[in-house]
Nanobody, 125 residues
Framework: EVQLAESGGGLVQTGGSLRLSCSAS????????VAWFRQAPGKEREGIAC????????DYADSVKGRFSMSGDDRTRRFYLDMHDLKPEDTAVYFC??????????????????WGQGTQVTVFS
């Protein structure tokens, strides 16, 4: 069974930085994609970053492009989201998600079958 666990959320001032971590276990596929999603109160879940198992290719939502960076270590099965220049509108619960098998990068929620419990990020001005 695939298990994902996020950590690193917290309270940060506008303009600050945070690093989120996602620890993945229980899967043996060579190829997979991992993504970060977020959900703010009263809003739909939004895919913001994803990475393939090679670690070479990434994709980002326009809302975070240039501010957030995703990376991963296939050996340790740990994935990271480095967030910079944070804004109050970045306040949300952040989830990591995984899709197994060989497929193109996607920020669509329907592509991901395994999810973590989420970690809260709150940005105050």
């Amino acid at each position: 069974e695939v298990q994902l666990a996020e950590s690193g959320g917290g309270l940060v001032q506008t303009g600050g930085s945070l690093r989120l971590s996602c620890s993945a276990s229980g899967f043996r596929f060579q190829f997979y994609n991992v993504a970060w999603f977020r959900q703010a109160p009263g809003k739909e879940r939004e895919g913001i970053a994803c990475i393939g198992s090679t670690g070479v290719y990434t994709d980002y939502a326009d809302s975070v492009k240039g501010r957030f960076s995703m990376s991963g270590d296939d050996r340790t099965r740990r994935f990271y989201l480095d967030m910079h220049d944070l804004k109050p509108e970045d306040t949300a619960v952040y989830f990591c998600a995984l899709s197994e098998g060989w497929r193109g990068l996607s920020l669509a929620e329907r592509e991901y079958g395994s999810w973590g419990q989420g970690t809260q990020v709150t940005v105050f001005s």
